[in-house]
């Protein structure tokens, strides 16, 4: 079986609906094709400043939803990044064959450190692709299911696995992003010409699956749409229906031109309504799941244990191959 790999962070409150259509799905369906490790990225997390109470809570609450969402820990290692230390290990030595120039063109680094402040960004922040490349090669990942903000890490890595093996002798497996073309960008429901995000979104157009059920209904049925009155899939000319449309097509594995027809002539509001009930059907039990994880803390517990237990094997045997090659001295 090829291998995926793909890490999500917690955030507080919940995974919105960009993180579970451009992603999270993606980690549910591969599991049954890969040999498919997930993982709750708290080193990450911490480039930005973290409540340590809240940080733990929002790792819990990510697992939680990782489970709600359909991952089964039968068919895929999850774990929390922090419990395998290699990450940061195998980061350090990215970080060494990393150009400063190379990191500089980070766009994600880019657009966060300028909204920040070059006062309040922090040195983590800047290595955060270096790390997320780690993450990556320490299980020879074959497929990284990721959202189209993601493609650039990736292509870093790819760049970074070519060099190591390319300096060291191959070590790596050079890993392709999965991106699916449907659902790798879901707009803001206000703006859709914004990438949906707890930092960029309004609140009324950022989907969070955890929000009361009626609340998401709401932001449904007063999404922005499109000036004129036909339902077409047209992002360019029409980005708010298409978005819709997207999101509608997804949640019911119905296709985008079924939805065309059968909302011809009937105008935005009967889509709306509509796609408000999907999203209700939806975030409803997915809510009810979450909430019966959190409340069963040993079995989330065990969950990453053994998950913790699985990568770490796969994960050492890579850095010891890449310290090998490097010339470190082995530890007698
Ligand atoms: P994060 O936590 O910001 O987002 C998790 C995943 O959600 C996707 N995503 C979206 N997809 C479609 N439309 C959107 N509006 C949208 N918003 C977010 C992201 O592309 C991502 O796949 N750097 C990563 C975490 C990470 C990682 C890794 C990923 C750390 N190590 C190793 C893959 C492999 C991140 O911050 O994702």
């Known amino acids: 079986r090829p291998r995926a790999l793909s890490g999500i962070q917690p955030t507080a409150g919940s995974f919105h609906l960009g993180n579970y259509l451009g992603a999270v799905r993606q980690y549910v369906a591969l599991q049954e094709t890969h040999d498919a490790f997930y993982m709750v990225v708290d080193l990450h997390a911490i480039t930005v400043p973290q409540d340590p109470a809240d940080l ?32 940061a290990q ?26 920040q402040g070059a006062d309040r960004t922090t040195v983590g922040l800047f290595t955060y692709p270096v790390l997320q490349v780690a993450d990556i090669l320490l299980y020879q990942a074959d497929a990284v299911p990721v959202g189209e903000d993601q493609r650039q890490h990736i292509e870093l890595t790819r760049d970074l696995a070519e060099r190591f093996n390319g300096r060291f002798g191959h070590t790596f497996t050079v890993p392709s992003p999965h991106i699916v073309k449907e659902t790798a960008k879901i707009y803001d429901l206000q703006d859709p010409t914004v990438k949906m995000s707890k930092s960029a979104s309004t609140p009324k157009g950022l989907v969070n699956l955890l929000d009361e059920p009626k609340v998401t209904a709401k932001k449904v049925r007063s999404a922005v749409t499109d000036t004129g009155s036909e339902i077409v ?18 949640l019911t594995g119905t296709p985008v031109a079924d939805l065309e027809n059968r909302y011809a002539g ?18 409803t039990p997915f809510k009810e799941r979450t909430q019966a994880y959190l409340e069963d803390p040993e079995t989330l517990d065990s969950v990453l244990a053994a998950g913790a237990e699985k990568a770490r094997a796969v994960a050492a045997e890579t850095l010891a191959a890449a310290y090998d090659r490097i010339g470190f001295l082995p530890a007698k």
Not at 64 to 72: E, K, S, Y
Not at 91 to 115: H, L, P, Y
Not at 233 to 238: E, I, L, R, V
Not at 266 to 283: E, H, R
Request: aromatic fraction near 8%; glycine fraction near 8%; charged fraction near 20%.
């Open 56 to 87: 733990r809570a929002n790792t819990r609450l990510a697992v939680a939803q990782l489970l709600a969402a359909g991952l089964d820990p039968q068919r895929c290692t999850l774990f929390v990044q922090s419990h395998v230390p290699e990450h």
């Open 90 to 115: 195998l980061g350090w030595v990215m970080n060494c064959i990393t150009g400063f120039g190379e990191a500089s063109r980070m766009t994600q680094f880019k657009d966060k450190s300028a909204k």
């Open 233 to 250: 899939f047209d992002p360019a000319g029409k980005p708010g229906v298409s978005n819709l449309l997207t999101i509608f097509a997804t």
């Open 266 to 283: 009937k105008g935005y509001g009967a889509l709306k309504t509509d796609l408000a009930d999907v999203m209700v059907d939806f975030v």
